[in-house]
């Protein structure tokens, strides 16, 4: 029986490894009958002759639901793959160049798929565990079809309680030593014992994955694999946890080397954020071999602190840890003359960078989800600090929003959805308008994302209508929540949001040529903005209905949206120095406000009043959802929302923001405010611009760079009595005169082409 079965395996072996054909590729999985239940793992393997490797071999692959890739042994993929999907139907797939991987002569390819199962609130599952490849070589395609080897993977399955919570679509990972399978990705075919000829379920585009859309970002960047520090063991009575510390809040994969002599022992591994947010997130088991042996968890975990708990008889040698995260660059840079605007920019970075992956989203522990609201934020973050590869994450999530919408024109998200589908009204308001995609298309001038989505901008904007007195009307969507905390005024939370998304739609339509629905929209903004200041009461902004204390949430929103006057702002001013029930959230809309109406001094004192807490403990490297640990929505303590203010540094107290769409002209003002100097530079999609001042009694000292095709207008305070120059010029009448349509009427007004200035305004 046993040389039959070597026999099979040999005859197996032959055929996979046997030349490319022109076959279509198929989508495959195992015979196991119980590979779609949630957190199953699939080993693929195919062998393949080439004869001359070409210069590229693009490999099209697609699977429900991440995977990871080797070629002869080597690591092509960690971690492929996006969580699905880009709308309620369909699936993404990747794009990789595998030439560099393979070899003339036989080549071994192995897939380790991971199928989540089950829904979350990032993730739409097709039901059906599965792997599509294709790639051609030339005149000949290297497909995935039954001629393809698999098995499901014993060592991996479900662990105990406690288990995630149900917004993650991931599951724990036990991996059971015993039960591997050795040296699965390069061994012979004939030593791949379980392993059976795959079954096609379908073709490419088939339900229930439907089209299939290429993959809009990069491969994670991998920081490769470091030593943990500070490896430290307490004792236990029966099980013993080590803990080690990383650098900082993190995206990892943690890696364990062990020794056990007896094996079988159980090892559980998680961080500090397994029990964070308010609710259970993820970890990993590990049931050990006899010997010697390292293991890592390929499911990504976030934190500071890695934990493993052991038997007191098994030694754990040491604890290694791969970072992985979006491929982006941190090409922007802030030094101010204030300490604590320093630390807070350092840990809004980190906070950013560790909620961007698959999506941006709200927090990397306890859901991972792209609510739109965070999402305007962290967009408006990562134009000053990250290299335009973030665009590409900007602009697939543009797109989701739109291409999730239902059918009666309700945006919502965290999208892609899967269990969860109720309008939050003010974030997808926020989400569409100013803030939202108007700013994005004025970063980065992909006018083509701008037009894809504007259709479901026009459609989500007919569901909103006004009252009497021209104010928005109540929309309770599926959850009326305009903000964490008390006193929300959510009346005019909503108008000041509403008219901000009519704003950004109007814009939208003057840059696409829709005349009629520009005027349509102003027409309306027009209506709103007498409606909402029918609700000044002389000394404030406040909804006839409304009761409680004042909310500061809605006098920014007045000022941010154009629709207070300036005599209403001394009022406002007055009131924003007593109410403080803004969130994180929407704090960073009252500093912006408090810039905008000149108490940039103001501003920084209380941003800096209310965000000490979070920027100067100790404890963490990143920012909170709240304002203390454990505070609104669960309280996760790496929330990228309570960056906010790190967008109004950069686009107040050192004054940068496009005034055409893509830098092609930008507006450098900057507002001192209580500092003596600050700097910045910002990654634009035009270049790198720097500029940075220096402010004393008795001069002001501008230095900034103007990358090539651009053009910066500067604005100054007007004074006959000041003395101005340039790169140490004396300036004369005409010099530097910028277009009519930037001229400020209170303001000095200078437009400079690409260069280096050192621009000087004495007394």
């Known amino acids: 029986m046993k040389n039959i079965i070597n026999i099979f395996l040999l005859l197996v072996c032959y055929l996979t490894s046997s030349q490319i054909t022109n076959a279509q590729s198929r989508w495959i999985t195992s015979t196991d009958e119980t590979i779609n239940e949630p957190n ?41 793959g996006l969580k699905r999907g880009p709308n309620p139907r369909d699936t993404y797939y990747d794009e990789v160049n595998i030439a560099p991987f393979l070899k003339s002569g036989d080549n071994k390819i192995a897939v380790l798929l991971w199928y989540f199962g089950k829904d979350g609130f990032s993730h739409k599952s097709s039901g059906k565990a599965g792997l599509i490849f294709d790639a051609k070589l030339g005149t000949q395609n290297l497909v995935s079809d039954s001629s393809w080897l698999c098995k499901r993977h014993p060592a991996y399955g ?56 290429k993959r809009p970002i990069p491969f994670w960047k991998d920081f490769g694999v470091k030593k943990a520090s500070k490896l430290q063991r307490v004792k236990g009575v029966e099980r013993d946890t080590v803990i080690v510390c990383l650098p900082y809040n993190m995206q990892m994969t943690p890696i364990v080397d062990i020794s056990d002599k007896d094996g079988g022992n159980l090892i559980s591994i998680f961080t500090d954020h397994m029990e964070a947010g308010g609710d259970i997130n993820l970890r990993a088991e590990y049931v050990t071999k006899k010997g010697s042996q390292n293991y890592e968890s390929l499911g990504w975990l976030n934190g500071q602190k890695i934990y493993v708990t052991v038997p007191s008889g098994v030694k754990i040698d040491e604890v290694r840890y791969r970072e992985t995260g979006y491929n982006t ?8 003359s204030d300490t604590f605007y320093m630390r807070f920019w350092d840990k809004a970075l980190r906070t950013l960078y560790i909620n961007m992956r698959d999506t941006y989203f709200d927090c990397p522990d306890r859901e991972r989800a792209q609510w739109w609201g965070d999402v305007v934020v962290l967009m408006g973050q990562s134009f000053y600090t990250y290299s335009p590869s973030t665009h590409s994450l900007m602009s697939k999530a543009i797109k989701e929003l739109a291409a999730w919408q239902k059918n009666d024109g309700t945006l919502f998200s965290p999208i892609p959805a899967g269990n969860y589908n109720s309008e939050l009204p003010g974030q997808m308001l926020a989400s569409i308008g100013y803030y939202g995609f108007w700013n994005y298309y004025m970063n980065t001038g992909d006018k083509e994302t701008i037009k894809a989505v504007y259709p479901a901008v026009k459609k989500y904007l007919s569901l909103w209508s006004q009252d009497n007195t021209g104010l928005t009307e109540f929309r309770a969507g599926g959850w009326a929540w305009g903000d964490w905390g008390d006193n929300k005024d959510i009346r005019l939370i909503f108008a000041g949001w509403h008219y901000l998304a009519l704003k950004g739609a109007a814009l939208m339509a003057d840059e696409l040529g829709f005349v009629d629905d520009a005027e349509g929209y102003r027409a309306i903004m027009d209506r709103v903005k007498a409606g909402y200041n029918s609700c000044w009461n002389g ?54 406000a408090l810039f905008i109406m000149g108490e940039g001094k103001y501003a920084l004192e209380r941003t800096k009043n209310r965000f000490s807490n979070m920027v100067d403990h100790k404890g963490y490297t990143t920012l909170f959802e709240g304002w203390d640990v454990g505070g609104y929505g669960g309280g996760s303590v790496n929330h990228a929302w309570s960056g906010g203010a790190l967008t109004v540094l950069a686009q107040y107290l050192c004054g940068i923001y496009p005034l055409e769409p893509g830098y092609k002209v930008f507006k450098i003002e900057p507002n001192p405010a209580s500092l003596s100097d600050a700097s910045i530079t910002i990654p634009s999609v035009a270049g790198k611009i720097k500029s940075g001042f220096v402010n004393t009694d008795n001069e002001f000292l501008l230095k900034f760079s103007v990358p090539h095709g651009t053009q910066a207008v500067v604005y100054l305070p007007e004074s006959r009595d000041k003395t101005i120059t340039v790169n140490g010029k004396k300036l004369s009448l005409g010099q530097y005169k910028p277009k009519e349509i930037y001229k400020h009427q209170t303001k000095h007004t200078l437009a400079f082409p690409a260069g280096d200035y050192i621009l000087s305004v004495k007394n």
């Open 40 to 80: 199953t793992w699939i080993a693929y393997r195919k062998d393949v002759s080439v004869e001359k490797v070409p210069t590229a071999v693009i490999a099209r692959i697609a699977v429900d639901s991440k995977y990871w890739l080797w070629i002869n042994g080597k690591m092509a993929v960690f971690e492929g």
């Open 158 to 213: 479900n662990t105990g309680e406690p288990f995630p919570n149900y917004r993650l679509p991931e599951s724990n990972i036990r991996f059971d030593a015993w039960e591997d399978i050795d040296d699965w990705q390069t061994a012979d075919c004939q030593s791949l014992y379980g392993f059976e000829n795959a079954v096609e379920l379908a073709n490419w585009g088939d339900a229930p994955w439907n089209n299939l859309i």
């Open 329 to 336: 660059e941190m090409e922007g840079a802030f030094s101010c």
């Open 539 to 592: 000394l404030e902004y406040r909804h006839h209905d409304y009761k409680d204390s004042t909310d500061d949430r809605v006098q920014a929103l007045a000022v941010i949206a154009g629709i207070a006057d300036r005599t209403k702002y001394p009022d406002i001013i007055k009131l924003l120095n007593t109410q403080f029930y803004a969130s994180p959230y929407m704090e960073k809309y009252v500093m912006e």
